[in-house]
């Protein structure tokens, strides 16, 4: 960190005229272009050594602030290890060189992981069946709204136009929702800190298509009146859409589909390991009960017949690379293992909470899951805001939590450690934490 390389310092680097290049000798060269399809002028690359291109991109790199550099606390996102056999799965040959057009018969043992992933999911989860398709929790979201919007369609129920959302989500939660076409309704959350129930009560009717739910929420919390709010949304012909991105604290410990929720998405690439960030491939496989299963979308390999919800979510199967690695994780964690997931997780993040709520204020008391929410230091004298707490954390070398969301408080810092960090870690984190409230 903080080398000053010259080569970093120049921000031109193209010199007119140098190459770093041969092309091969043009095969077609006897054939001409039509006029119209060629260049007036030249294109506008940069021309630069070779060499100087790799120390480019290199130097880039080690830049970058990643779970492989430090600690990396990002609540929400579960920026936890991604470890290294997974790469080794998901770059071998055989997987690597596949194309999704090749004949049946020779991606056998694709199809296979595919379909044990798919079981593997709906097992952890209590859903019936996965699409693996979506290639990110909010591509999950809108697929899982299609489908619920299949349904009461299915069934002539045109007049659920409403989806209920807490104010606690996570955006992505109303974006999908309106962007399927439905309108937001939002449900408040009480001074727990959960879906306040009798605020729900006034909501319900029969145009309601559903409520978005996530568990743990935003808040780390998990919600305790899921069988109530269950019960209501179906007695009202809603059904139970369950964000399960953040995964991570009921791994092996208990079930979306028990409780009666009817669709969700699982982030892969938070909860099973594999890397993100930057925007990169991620995966959001979403899981229905038994009743939805018809109304997934095509391109599934196991059901071609009943087609209701007839559009492709994404190309082939999804991000392929991305379902072997969470394929990798799974397997390499076994049943046994997968059960310490949330356990590890969840004792992680009450730790580091009970360690710092000295000087940071903690609005909702209480055992949170994987992760929790400060609102800024208890001073609020000094006038050291989230941010400068965020930015002295990158001067110590750790990656910032995620800072100013949610949205119900005004100096939000959300902190997930995730169950890989060891105790040292989590220590040393706290220690500096400690030292940035005194310097406050
Ligand atoms: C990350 C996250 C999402 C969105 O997932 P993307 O893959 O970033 O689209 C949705 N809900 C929750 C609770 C999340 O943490």
Redesign the pocket.
Known sequence: MNRKLYSNLIFELSHPGRKGYTLPKNPYAHQSLPESLKRSTDAELPECDELTVVRHYTNHSENNFGVNNGFYPLG??TMKYNPTINEEVASHPFFVNLHPLQPKETVQGAEEVYENLQLSLAELTGMSRFTLNPC????G?LTGLMVISAYHQSRNDNKRTKVIVPDS??G??PASAAICGFDVVEVKSNANGQVDVDDLKTLLGDDIAGMMM?NPN?LGIFETQIPVITKLVHECGGLMYY?G??LNPLLGQCRPGDMGFDVMHV?L??TFSTP?GGGGP?A?PVGVCEKLVDFLPTHDIEKEAKQFLNIDIHPYHGNFGTLLRAYAYILTLGKENIKMVGPLATLNANYIKECLKDVYELPIEGLCKHEFVFNGLINKSTGVTTMDVAKRLLDYGFHAPTIYFPLLFHESMMIEPTENESKDTIDGFIAVMHQIAEEA
């Not at 990110?136 to 591509?139: I, R, Y």
């Open positions: 929400s996102c990110a929790g909010a591509h979201e989500a996570h992505t939660n996530t935003t964000d991105a953040n982030n690439h938070k993100h991620g959001g």
